[in-house]
């Protein structure tokens, strides 16, 4: 499987839920990172979290990752329809000295139903 | 406005032709690559760049080239294109490479949508 891979891979829930999405990798990382894509369009940041740190928050969005289960989650609170979109995560791969690719998983679709 | 700009947005060509998708950054970012994506695949990475005259291949570099003569442009070349080409490619560039820990996010163009018949 890819480095990367998210949980589930679509995920409809009613406005004003919160949304939870799941990405697992296999090698160490420097960082993981989470994108939006509305549908079309191309990715956008969302959020960058070390390796060395285990929560980050910014605005509706909460971010936490165990590096120990090589895995991270994005939590979206208080849904709105603008939230409908694909999320991803990537990541680099700090055990292959010299690489800088990122790798990106495959993508949870996110569907808000107002 | 800072952006990554890419042309053509969408493009219907057939099999063997040449074609040049153009990559254009305005924010003086070191690192840029070229990702394509496809359906149930997510993103793979096609080739990066960490400076002028630095690439590096990706995921899916085969039938792929790019040049980075200049800082702001990177294309990205089919000199033969096949239909398992067709796809929706995307460019992005961000101020440092990975290996920094960069605080800056990746930058993505809008994409080109490419059919190879």
């Known amino acids: 499987s890819q480095q990367g891979e998210e949980d589930p891979q679509a995920l409809s829930i009613q406005e004003g839920e919160n949304a939870t999405m799941n990405c697992s990798y296999k090698t160490s990382i420097n960082n993981l990172q989470w994108y939006r894509q509305n549908s079309g369009r191309g990715l956008v940041h969302l959020i960058l979290i070390r390796s060395n740190e285990r929560e980050k928050h910014s605005g509706r969005l909460r971010v936490t990752l165990d590096t120990s289960k090589k895995s991270s989650s994005l939590l979206i609170t208080a849904s709105r329809a603008a939230d409908t979109a694909s999320y991803f995560c990537a990541t680099d791969d700090r055990t292959n000295f010299g690489n800088e690719k990122l790798t990106f998983g495959t993508g949870t679709r996110l569907t808000i139903i107002p | 406005e800072a952006q990554v700009t890419q042309n053509p947005r969408y493009l219907i060509t057939v099999t063997g032709k040449k074609l040049t998708v153009t990559c254009s950054q305005n924010m003086n970012h070191e690192y840029m690559s070229w990702y394509r994506q496809d359906p149930g695949l997510g993103l793979r990475q096609i080739y990066y760049?960490?400076?002028?005259?630095?690439?590096d291949k990706g995921d899916v570099p085969e039938g792929y080239k790019v040049s980075r003569k200049e800082k702001r442009n990177f294309p990205l070349i089919l000199e033969s294109p096949s239909p398992n080409q067709t796809s929706l490619y995307f460019c992005a560039s961000s101020s440092t490479t990975l290996r920094e820990g960069s605080n800056q996010p990746q930058h993505f163009g809008d994409g080109t949508r490419l059919s190879i018949l």
């Open positions: 760049s960490m400076n002028v005259e630095v690439t």
